[in-house]
């Protein structure tokens, strides 16, 4: 689907990504993927990383 959209709309899907990004969450989530994050012994870039991989590819 997203390689279709980008065909019709004349867009790379291969363009180079930084890797970095900045997100803006409620402290109360914050909150908790800390907590969740140091309950599983990662840090919380490898937790908030890892969440996001799995919902990606749950789709």
Do not use: W
């Amino acid at each position: 689907m997203f390689l279709e959209m980008c065909k019709e709309e004349g867009l790379n899907p291969n363009k180079e990504y930084s890797g970095t990004f900045n997100l803006r969450v409620s402290p109360e989530l914050h909150a908790q993927i800390a907590a969740r994050a140091a309950a599983e012994g990662k840090s919380l870039n490898k937790c908030v990383t890892d969440l996001l991989g799995d919902a990606v590819h749950s789709q």
